[in-house]
């Protein structure tokens, strides 16, 4: 696997590459050794080097490419240094620049503000808001990666503005967010009543 955990996709790191891997029985196996490359099987980035017999590993130091996908070899090698079985990760894409929300746009009724807006990559959705631009609070991110985004805020005082920040943060976890923004709830419309007097006239006899 890519990444310390389960397998990664992709990093925010330019620097350093993790990987972990499992066997079902140690026996025979005196080292593995792991090597980066840019290709399932490469050493372009990194030769063959020993891990020991630790099944996870993080490499620093690397020169690594916004874009670019690195994968992780690993064999298992015996007393002998003979090689007993090997694997390649389905690689990891360093991604290193941050989304670009534009486009925001708002419309509002007297109670709610509905805010949509346009990501330059993938990202999940998710507004923060608030009386000033301090915010205070926020929306449940939604982790459903899209470009075009949606966000209703329900429950808002009539006729007020609220301060907000769109945000969303990318499949190797870079975070866009955009400049404080203003929207309005609409003013409640005056009830206009009006009186009618009507004044009695006295019958009038022929």
């Known amino acids: 696997n890519d990444g310390i955990g389960v397998d990664a996709d992709a990093t925010t790191s330019a620097t350093q590459l993790s990987a972990n ?36 590993v993080t490499k620093t130091g690397l020169s690594l490419l916004h874009g670019t996908t690195y994968y992780v070899t690993v064999q298992a090698l015996n007393a002998n240094n003979d090689t007993i079985v090997q694997g390649a990760s389905d690689g990891v ?8 929300l534009s486009n925001i746009q708002v419309s509002a ?3 709610s503000l509905t805010i949509r807006w346009d990501s330059d990559e993938e990202t999940t959705t998710k507004v923060r808001y608030g009386l000033t631009a301090d915010y205070g609070s926020e929306t449940t991110e939604n982790a459903t990666l899209t470009t075009v985004h949606t966000v209703s805020i329900a429950g808002l005082a009539n006729g007020t503005s609220y301060h907000f920040q769109v945000l969303g943060a990318d499949r190797a976890g870079n975070f866009g967010t955009s400049a404080d923004q203003v929207g309005a709830t609409s003013a409640l419309e005056a009830t206009v ?6 004044t009695p006239t006295s019958p009038t006899v022929v």
């Open 109 to 111: 009724t007297t109670s």
């Open 21 to 56: 891997w499992v066997v079902s029985e140690l026996s025979g196996i005196d080292h593995f050794v792991y090597a980066i490359g840019t290709t399932a099987g490469g050493t372009d980035i990194l030769p063959f080097t020993s891990a020991g017999l630790t099944t996870n």
């Open 193 to 198: 009543i009006t009186t009618v007097l009507v």
């Open 93 to 100: 894409t360093v991604d290193t620049i941050f989304p670009v």
